[in-house]
Nanobody, 124 residues
Framework: QVQLVESGGGLVQAGGSLRLSCAAS????????MGWFRQAPGKEREFVGGISWTGGTTSYSESVKGRFTISRDNAKNTVYLQMNSLKPEDTAVYYC?????????????????WGQGTQVTVSS
C-alpha cells in the first residue's frame, strides 16, 4: 500500500514558477512508476507527466513539455513537479499518482494510487 500526499500548490502569476512535492509512504516507493495528473473545472483529468522507477525515463504531455520537469528522490520517497512559465490554462487540481507495473502510462486508470490533490491557480 502506498499513500501519497501532495504539497506546494498555490496562487502564482502567469510566467511564474511553482514546485509541487509528493511524499509517499511505503517501503516499495522505488518500485513504483510515479506521475502527475491534473483536472481543471469542467474538464476531464489530464496526464501531465510521469517518471520511471529509477528516474531515467520521463514523459510529458505536449501542453507542458519544455516548461515542466518531473523528478524523484527515492531516498526521500518523494517525487517533484517543477513548473515554470506557468499559464492561466495550467490552473487545475494536481494529483500525484503511482503504479506498480513498469512503464509510464497516459491512462488514469493504469495508476493504482492517488493523492488528494493540490490546487494550482495561475492568474493572468
Amino acid at each position: 500500500q502506498v499513500q501519497l500526499v501532495e504539497s506546494g500548490g498555490g496562487l502564482v502569476q502567469a510566467g511564474g514558477s511553482l514546485r509541487l512535492s509528493c511524499a509517499a509512504s511505503g517501503r516499495t516507493f522505488s518500485r513504483h512508476v510515479m506521475g502527475w495528473f491534473r483536472q481543471a473545472p469542467g474538464k476531464e483529468r489530464e496526464f501531465v507527466g510521469g517518471i520511471s522507477w529509477t528516474g531515467g525515463t520521463t514523459s510529458y504531455s505536449e501542453s507542458v513539455k519544455g516548461r515542466f520537469t518531473i523528478s524523484r528522490d527515492n531516498a526521500k520517497n518523494t517525487v517533484y513537479l517543477q513548473m515554470n512559465s506557468l499559464k492561466p490554462e495550467d490552473t487545475a487540481v494536481y494529483y500525484c499518482v503511482a503504479r506498480r507495473d513498469l512503464g509510464v502510462r497516459l491512462d488514469a486508470g493504469k495508476y493504482d494510487y492517488w493523492g488528494q490533490g493540490t490546487q494550482v491557480t495561475v492568474s493572468s
